[in-house]
């Protein structure tokens, strides 16, 4: 382990008890800040034992790392985390299944969901298939003329292309009907899947292979469609070892599909722990290294600088994926995923970006219309937030929902209506199941369709029928948000002096990443601070300079902050507390480095 340069600045006077939080007015987020409780012990000794940097020690043991535990975390091995795969239930049937498909030369189709999850899982075994120089077709609906989810017409186009076998990803668990009538016809279908199961899997199924599944006891619910996907073809991989199949052929390397399992963990938005954790890891590991060309090509194109992250997987990479099945059709993103031939990835490379610059700019102005909407009808006084406007794009209703959450911090819902229905995705907020509380909608016949998981949500319903909705979603979930709201912490790791704000220190606090939810990216804290210099660049992101009693400087950005409450304090000219995530200052350059403000309070 190494201490790191920035660590006398750092910890200056950090003697490995944390300093107290500064007394402070109310804070722009609304949000009481508190101390990430860690055992102040473990920390001491994981920096005397491991030889860590005190301060990046305390990080660690907040996040439940132990002196035991801690050179594992810093090396995350995939063979050390990677279960045996048959713990997923239903997977022997799945990769015996497919490994006969395989050695019998029995075509096998897929089908995916048109989100990032769906489009990387597809990939995963389009790329595999590839390695075998084996066919391989895949069918990914278009989400506005056919919507989520496998249909008994998609399972027949993929018959008509020879598939007897047909793996649906990302989707299938609930697709009861459309399953029993393609095995009526003699398809089997192999289900691999990670959405909430209120129930048994479908009957028509030969193998539903789901984390989430009432009966399966795996543990492993962190883990994506492409996460499930990768675990598939470690299964079928090791069958097929096991019959003898690469006696005659070269096996391939696995490891080269972990880039794109980290692309649809990230972009899932699931927990960076355990088994999850590594599989990050290791697949930026590969990104960093070349990886999926299709991915590298897009890379260039959006401008991804430096060492891979989960920003680049999160901010840069996924959305332009997403852009494909949002505004255009996720086959592009597929494509551009699986194919060998260097120009069309980059001519692809260079269509998504385009396209996700076009859904920008739908998504403003649903965004728009959609606070316009919530005003006048004075909706933020709901406990849950449901919207509707005619024509708003179905591809940018759940953005605009997250990026609403994140201004009202409740539960919403946006629908865009179309000929008397309305189609809509919700994003949720911490402790409140949206998803549990659509498909209850649904079953109460308050929707077309509906269903999720605890943080967001799809439905598709009757514009008759939305005002009942509204109202069944504020009496269901409105005590939950209350108390959430009554409960909003913002966890601070330590407050350090001005100094520490450098690229020395950010390089070190990312190597113990990669971040995410369940092990969240360190917030630290200034104290007595004035801002100067404040001006707004970009899309309402505001600059400035923060500047201590002492004369010490701090380059730091809020993004998105005009005309909020967090741009008030930051120009007010007042004597302010402020945190945020410390970055290097690639506009600088050299050993600079730049906070990114989250939130900001007036000194008391």
């Given at each position: 382990?190494?201490?790191?340069?920035?660590?006398?600045?750092?910890?200056?006077?950090?003697?490995?008890?944390?300093?107290?939080?500064?007394?402070?007015?109310?804070?722009?987020?609304?949000?009481?800040?508190?101390?990430?409780?860690?055992?102040?012990?473990?920390?001491?000794?994981?920096?005397?034992?491991?030889?860590?940097?005190?301060?990046?020690?305390?990080?660690?043991?907040?996040?439940?790392?132990?002196?035991?535990?801690?050179?594992?975390?810093?090396?995350?091995?995939?063979?050390?985390?990677?279960?045996?795969?048959?713990?997923?239930?239903?997977?022997?049937?799945?990769?015996?299944?497919?490994?006969?498909?395989?050695?019998?030369?029995?075509?096998?189709?897929?089908?995916?969901?048109?989100?990032?999850?769906?489009?990387?899982?597809?990939?995963?075994?389009?790329?595999?298939?590839?390695?075998?120089?084996?066919?391989?077709?895949?069918?990914?609906?278009?989400?506005?003329?056919?919507?989520?989810?496998?249909?008994?017409?998609?399972?027949?186009?993929?018959?008509?292309?020879?598939?007897?076998?047909?793996?649906?990803?990302?989707?299938?668990?609930?697709?009861?009907?459309?399953?029993?009538?393609?095995?009526?016809?003699?398809?089997?279908?192999?289900?691999?899947?990670?959405?909430?199961?209120?129930?048994?899997?479908?009957?028509?199924?030969?193998?539903?292979?789901?984390?989430?599944?009432?009966?399966?006891?795996?543990?492993?619910?962190?883990?994506?469609?492409?996460?499930?996907?990768?675990?598939?073809?470690?299964?079928?991989?090791?069958?097929?070892?096991?019959?003898?199949?690469?006696?005659?052929?070269?096996?391939?390397?696995?490891?080269?599909?972990?880039?794109?399992?980290?692309?649809?963990?990230?972009?899932?938005?699931?927990?960076?722990?355990?088994?999850?954790?590594?599989?990050?890891?290791?697949?930026?590991k590969v990104l960093g290294g070349?990886?999926?060309?299709?991915?590298?090509?897009?890379?260039?194109?959006?401008?991804?600088?430096g060492a891979a992250s989960t920003?680049?997987?999160?901010?840069?990479?996924?959305?332009?994926?997403?852009?494909?099945?949002?505004?255009?059709?996720?086959?592009?993103?597929?494509?551009?995923?699986?194919?060998?031939?260097?120009?069309?990835?980059?001519?692809?490379?260079?269509?998504?970006?385009?396209?996700?610059?076009?859904?920008?700019?739908?998504?403003?102005?649903?965004?728009?219309?959609?606070?316009?909407?919530?005003?006048?009808?004075?909706?933020?006084?709901?406990?849950?937030?449901?919207?509707?406007?005619?024509?708003?794009?179905?591809?940018?209703?759940?953005?605009?929902?997250?990026?609403?959450?994140?201004?009202?911090?409740?539960?919403?819902?946006?629908?865009?209506?179309?000929?008397?229905?309305?189609?809509?995705?919700?994003?949720?907020?911490?402790?409140?199941?949206?998803?549990?509380?659509?498909?209850?909608?649904?079953?109460?016949?308050?929707?077309?369709?509906?269903?999720?998981?605890?943080?967001?949500?799809?439905?598709?319903?009757?514009?008759?029928?939305?005002?009942?909705?509204?109202?069944?979603?504020?009496?269901?979930?409105?005590?939950?948000?209350?108390?959430?709201?009554?409960?909003?912490?913002?966890?601070?790791?330590?407050?350090?002096?001005?100094?520490?704000?450098?690229?020395?220190?950010?390089?070190?606090?990312?190597?113990?990443?990669?971040?995410?939810?369940?092990?969240?990216?360190?917030?630290?804290a200034l104290a007595n601070m004035?801002?100067?210099?404040?001006?707004?660049?970009?899309?309402?992101?505001?600059?400035?300079?923060?500047?201590?009693?002492?004369?010490?400087?701090?380059?730091?950005?809020?993004?998105?902050?005009?005309?909020?409450?967090?741009?008030?304090?930051?120009?007010?000219?007042?004597?302010?507390?402020?945190?945020?995530?410390?970055?290097?200052?690639?506009?600088?350059?050299?050993?600079?480095?730049?906070?990114?403000?989250?939130?900001?309070?007036?000194?008391?």
């Open positions: 382990m190494t201490s790191g340069s920035a660590e006398a600045d750092v910890n200056a006077g950090f003697d490995g008890a944390p300093v107290p939080l500064p007394s402070m007015g109310a804070t722009a987020s609304g949000r009481r800040w508190r101390l990430r409780a860690a055992d102040d012990r473990e920390a001491l000794t994981i920096a005397q034992k491991a030889g860590v940097d005190p301060m990046l020690a305390r990080v660690l043991a907040a996040r439940g790392v132990t002196h035991e535990t801690v050179e594992d975390y810093f090396a995350p091995s995939l063979r050390a985390a990677m279960p045996d795969p048959l713990i997923l239930k239903d997977m022997d049937r799945a990769a015996a299944r497919l490994a006969t498909a395989i050695r019998e030369g029995e075509m096998v189709g897929v089908f995916g969901d048109y989100d990032v999850d769906g489009t990387t899982a597809a990939a995963i075994f389009k790329t595999y298939f590839n390695w075998l120089n084996l066919p391989l077709f895949v069918y990914l609906p278009d989400r506005i003329s056919e919507g989520y989810g496998p249909s008994i017409d998609a399972f027949r186009s993929l018959k008509d292309e020879g598939a007897g076998l047909i793996v649906t990803v990302d989707c299938g668990a609930s697709a009861h009907q459309p399953i029993e009538e393609a095995a009526a016809e003699g398809l089997d279908i192999v289900v691999i899947d990670h959405h909430q199961m209120n129930g048994p899997p479908p009957k028509g199924a030969a193998a539903t292979v789901n984390p989430n599944r009432p009966d399966d006891i795996s543990g492993l619910t962190n883990l994506s469609a492409a996460g499930v996907a990768f675990m598939t073809i470690v299964a079928l991989n090791r069958v097929l070892r096991d019959a003898g199949y690469f006696k005659t052929r070269k096996e391939p390397d696995l490891k080269g599909l972990l880039d794109l399992t980290a692309l649809g963990l990230v972009c899932d938005v699931m927990p960076i722990t355990g088994l999850t954790r590594v599989l990050v890891a290791q697949g930026l070349g990886g999926n060309e299709g991915l590298a090509a897009l890379g260039e194109r959006a401008g991804v600088k920003y680049h997987l999160g901010f840069l990479l996924g959305p332009r994926i997403n852009a494909a099945g949002r505004i255009g059709h996720a086959r592009l993103a597929f494509e551009l995923l699986t194919t060998g031939d260097k120009g069309r990835r980059f001519e692809l490379a260079e269509k998504l970006h385009l396209m996700n610059a076009e859904r920008q700019e739908i998504e403003a102005v649903v965004q728009a219309a959609a606070i316009r909407d919530i005003v006048t009808h004075q909706r933020q006084a709901n406990d849950v937030i449901v919207t509707a406007g005619e024509g708003w794009h179905p591809g940018v209703v759940g953005i605009v929902a997250g990026r609403l959450k994140e201004i009202y911090e409740k539960p919403v819902i946006v629908l865009g209506l179309d000929d008397g229905t309305g189609k809509g995705s919700g994003r949720s907020i911490a402790s409140v199941d949206l998803g549990a509380a659509v498909t209850q909608a649904s079953e109460k016949g308050l929707l077309i369709s509906g269903g999720g998981h605890a943080m967001a949500a799809g439905l598709t319903i009757e514009r008759g029928k939305i005002d009942a909705f509204r109202q069944y979603l504020i009496d269901a979930l409105g005590g939950a948000v209350r108390d959430a709201l009554q409960n909003r912490i913002l966890d601070i790791d330590a407050m350090i002096a001005p100094s520490a704000v450098s690229k020395s220190f950010a390089d070190l606090v990312a190597t113990a990443g990669p971040y995410g939810p369940g092990n969240p990216e360190p917030a630290f004035r801002s100067v210099g404040a001006k707004i660049v970009g899309k309402g992101h505001l600059s400035l300079t923060l500047t201590s009693d002492t004369g010490d400087q701090v380059r730091a950005i809020a993004f998105r902050a005009e005309g909020e409450p967090l741009a008030e304090i930051l120009t007010s000219g007042c004597r302010i507390h402020v945190t945020g995530k410390i970055r290097a200052d690639d506009w600088r350059g050299g050993a600079a480095g730049q906070l990114q403000i989250s939130d900001a309070a007036l000194a008391n």
